[in-house]
């Protein structure tokens, strides 16, 4: 296979970092659906090992980065500490800047994300063309609104971060979150369109530079300082590495503002109206970067836990496949994951699935799964109590 | 000496037999190289087999083309078993993960080699049982690598490690027939080939399926963790925890080095000041387990003991494992290179040893960790050192003979579970005659008389017919 001279750039004291012991391998998502080496992260960092002491990479080097989920499974399980996140994301910029990894249709899809008017746009084409019956359903689209009104704001004590397709496609679920936070006692307020996209993507890409653009745009969208609430757990991630991405100090004081809403609700509980009598079983599906990444998967449960009984996976916080567009360039192999979700979601016998990341919800509904944002639930919960 | 890059013919008959999960990727045949010890080789051609007939014509193959070829696991083994080297074919059993049957009237399950040891037993759970072997890679390790290894784990200090758990085993024999070694009766007729072939670490053929024993859990589990302020106090209270005619299900130690890792990875709640924990585990009917927990106390307290902390419930008893078996990987907080023994001392020569190990380590300027199964005296000195520090491989060499010297002086063996492999074989030397392993080496020819299975691995010389894979570690095996 034709060699191509690439320097990766990784810290050489974390890739000298991983021993090798394996103990990552079953919580690897890839892995455990192809157990084979090159979809493991102890693999992929020795990948990343032969690519740093050769200088070469080709094809099949390029294929086995790309088919990681960057779902960060495997740092919740190494003992080792091996900063397994920062060393894809490293190798996907490298890659991005000096090969032909990320195609000129793929950067500008990126580039969408961004723009909230053409992404307005394109949805409520797309919106049209689903009424009419004509997408292919193997796109496994959601259901696309073609009208949302839009968002008002209820006061100045918190912010409410949008985000890009989840403010295009699932406005309800703002609404809803938005309902609950004012029912905790807060009036929320919301950005305008500078902070479209937190670039999560973008990073997930390789796209560094477009991603620090991003983050740049987004921070002066938040003036003062009150908190910033986040409902989806992929872009609450992105907002909460702002520091380490930029560097800055600004940067990092935006960082610390940053509450995945689940953290902030946890001191507010009491503010909320009272539990009704009977609670309905419901499984909670951790989004892997709320708990690999921000490590703040149990506020989640005890928020829920005042109005449902929560019931936990079997799976570990095992990735569902999502991974932001993971869903769509690598189809096969993210329906396959979703399928061991599914099952730990069968061995759990509830009424229904929570879960606080739009990918995930989209990627498992597409799936057959009924899955809702843990705070719709709460929501229809507290009001039918009031 | 045989070529080094794959040969056409071989790679288009694999792939006749397996299509395209017969791998020659450079990039991918890189990754089947190494195992978790720092022994590294690179196969020609790696296969991927998802059945019995795969793995027998993948064998025969290798045969025709007068290439060896070598099993791999999950690629934990410590001791440079899956290593590659002699250019062989490796046949990977990962893709063969499943449980075929479990059979509660016999209490045997029958699985795949590739199903992974703590996958089965949490499959097993809701039906009341488990698989003892417990290795602390339990969530990763194979159990065709438990097989090949005849591992142990913290649980087999009462329960026996894998041949006791272990009732039959289908295996592709070197020369490429099938057959079944071992059965579900109590007491099989014949030779034990079964036994035999139970830590034979790839060298007697590939196991391609195993009928485990199936073993009850227990009615009631406690777990201590005892911290004492001197190591010497706590190697003492093992030896006399035992000699009170006690056997706890689980008898673990850490010294403090490991405790202080353990504990930036698990948040336990380990004591960082203490200068040595015991994880004790007592398990069966509740009543025995009571006076298990009071004659533990007893001991304890009569050695010195600090605080004795009794789990209260599930979690907290599976994060204080979680700690234990998590403890290797743990050492990269403070090298990232490790380089591991596994000897096994008389329990009463434990503080002699575990001294001389402190000591020997202080004179090639290494740091060591102990973290290890100490009901049974099987110790794992961890040497912790970082590859990229010019000459420190020679010294931790220099130290690791010093320690298995240590040990075996003190009446013990070169290995408790992890086996010999590659890493170990030269030392064998040091444990038999040269009479004692020319015996071994015909029992291994009887199973592969032309040193095809997993050549130069266990046996200094290597099978004696299988000279022309090439007779040495290779050059710069060591990363
Ligand atoms: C963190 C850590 C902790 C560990 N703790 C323990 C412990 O507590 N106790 C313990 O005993 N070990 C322990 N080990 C060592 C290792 O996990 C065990 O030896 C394990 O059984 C190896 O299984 P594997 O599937 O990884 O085998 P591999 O490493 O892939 O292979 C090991 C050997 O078995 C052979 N083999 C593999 N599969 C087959 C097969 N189907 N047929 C024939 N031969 C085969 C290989 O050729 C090789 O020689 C530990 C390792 C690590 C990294
Ligand atoms: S990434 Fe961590 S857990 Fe995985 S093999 Fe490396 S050291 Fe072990
Ligand atoms: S980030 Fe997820 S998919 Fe990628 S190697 Fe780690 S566990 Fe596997």
Redesign the interface.
């Known amino acids: 296979?034709k060699k191509v001279a690439v320097k990766l750039g990784i810290d050489s004291?974390d890739l000298?970092?991983?021993?090798?012991?394996?103990?990552c391998?079953?919580h690897c998502p890839t892995y455990r659906v192809t157990?084979?080496?090159?979809a493991s992260p102890r693999?992929r960092i020795?990948?990343m090992r032969?690519a740093e002491t050769t200088g070469l990479?080709?094809q099949?080097?390029v294929e086995?980065m790309d088919a990681c989920v960057q779902c960060r499974g495997c740092e919740t399980a190494?003992?080792?500490?091996?900063p397994f996140g920062s060393m894809m994301e490293t190798t996907r910029e490298a890659l991005a800047e000096q090969t032909r990894y990320q195609p000129l249709w793929r950067r500008w899809g990126y580039r969408i994300l961004g723009c909230p008017k053409i992404l307005t746009l394109g949805s409520k084409v797309l919106a049209v063309l689903q009424k009419l019956n004509l997408l292919p359903s193997k796109l496994a689209l959601p259901k696309i609104p073609l009208l949302q009104g839009r968002l008002v704001p209820s006061g100045r004590d918190v912010w409410l971060f949008t985000g890009c397709v989840m403010d295009a496609w699932m406005r309800d679920t703002h609404r809803a979150v938005q309902r609950v936070i004012e029912a905790a006692g807060a009036g929320v307020r919301f950005p305008d369109k500078q902070a479209a996209c937190c670039g999560a993507l973008h990073v997930h890409a390789g796209l560094g530079h477009e991603a620090r653009r991003l983050a740049e745009r987004t921070m002066e969208a938040f003036p003062g300082q009150a908190p910033i609430l986040v409902d989806s757990a992929g872009c609450g991630a992105q907002l909460k590495e702002y520091g380490r991405l930029l560097d800055s100090a600004a940067a990092h004081e935006f960082s610390q503002r940053v509450l995945d809403v689940h953290e902030w609700l946890v001191n507010h509980l009491d503010a909320l109206p009272p539990a009704h009598a009977d609670a309905p079983r419901i499984a909670i599906q951790d989004p892997c970067h709320l708990r690999h990444v921000q490590q703040s998967h149990d506020p989640v449960r005890v928020v829920l836990a005042r109005y449902v009984e929560p019931v936990i996976l079997?799976d570990e916080g095992l990735c569902c496949g999502a991974g932001g567009a993971y869903s769509m360039l690598h189809a096969d192999t993210a329906a396959a994951v979703r399928e061991r979700k599914i099952g730990s979601i069968e061995r759990a016998q509830v009424q229904e699935v929570v879960s606080a990341n739009p990918g995930c919800l989209l990627h498992l509904r597409a799936g057959g799964v009924t899955v809702r944002h843990p705070l719709e639930i709460v929501d229809d919960l507290m009001r039918k109590d009031t | 000496m045989v070529p080094v890059s794959p040969d056409k013919p071989l790679l288009d008959e694999l792939r006749s037999i397996i299509g395209d999960r017969a791998r020659a990727g450079d990039f991918e045949l890189g990754l089947y190289g190494k195992d978790g010890s720092v022994l590294e080789g690179r196969p020609s051609i790696v296969c991927l087999p998802v059945s019995t007939e795969e793995v027998q014509q993948i064998v025969g193959a290798c045969r025709r083309h007068e290439r060896p070829f070598i099993a791999r696991g999950s690629g934990t083994g410590l001791a440079g078993g899956a290593v590659p080297v002699g250019d062989p074919v490796v046949i990977a059993t990962a893709k063969m993960n499943k449980i075929i049957e479990v059979d509660l009237d016999n209490r045997v399950a029958w699985v795949e080699p590739g199903v992974l040891n703590l996958d089965l037993t949490t499959q097993l759970k809701p039906l009341g049982f488990h698989f003892a072997p417990d290795p602390s890679s339990q969530q990763v390790c194979s159990i065709g690598g438990n097989v090949a290894t005849n591992s142990g784990g913290p649980h087999c200090l009462a329960y026996g490690v894998t041949s006791s758990h272990v009732a039959a085993i289908e295996v592709v024999l070197p020369d490429g027939t099938v057959t079944l070694l071992g059965d579900l009766t109590p007491e099989p007729a014949g030779y034990d080939l079964r036994g035999l072939f139970i830590g034979s670490e790839g060298t007697m053929g590939i196991a391609t399926k195993i009928a485990v024993r199936l073993t009850q859990n227990p009615p009631e589990v406690r777990t201590l963790l005892l911290d004492f302020s001197d190591v010497r106090d706590g190697a003492a209270a093992v030896s006399a925890i035992i000699a009170e005619g006690l056997i706890p299900a689980a008898l673990e130690m850490m010294d403090h080095r490991a405790i202080e890792v353990v504990e930036a990875f698990v948040n336990a709640g380990y004591p960082t000041e203490a200068d040595a924990v015991l994880l004790v585990e007592l398990d069966g009917l509740a009543g025995g387990v009571a006076s298990g927990v009071e004659i533990v106390r007893r001991v304890a307290d009569a050695h010195r003991v600090g605080n004795v902390r009794v789990a209260a419930d599930d979690a907290e008893r599976a994060l204080l494992w979680k700690g234990r078996k998590n403890a290797f990987g743990a050492v990269a907080r403070i090298k990232p290179d490790y380089y591991l023994h596994d000897t096994v001392v008389p329990r009463g020569k434990l503080v002699e040893v575990l001294e001389k190990v402190y000591r020997i380590a202080d004179e090639y300027d290494l740091i060591a960790i102990n973290v290890f199964h100490a009901g049974d005296g099987n110790l794992h000195p961890i040497l912790a050192y970082d590859a990229r520090e010019p000459g420190v491989l020679e010294r931790v060499h220099a130290a690791g003979k010093a320690i298995i010297t240590a040990s075996i002086e003190a009446g013990g063996v070169l290995s408790g579970e992890h086996g010999i492999g590659l890493e170990k074989r030269d030392y064998m030397g040091m444990l038999f005659s040269e009479h004692d392993m020319t015996t071994q080496d015909l029992v291994r020819e009887a199973f592969d008389p032309d040193g095809f299975a997993n050549p130069l691995k266990v046996l200094p010389s290597g099978s004696r017919c299988s000279d022309s894979f090439g007779q040495h570690v290779p050059e710069g095996a060591w990363v």
């Open positions: 296979m004291e000298a970092s991983c021993v090798a012991c394996g103990l391998l079953p157990q084979e080496e090159s693999g020795a990948l032969q990479i080709d099949e080097f086995f190494c003992p080792a500490g091996v079997d």
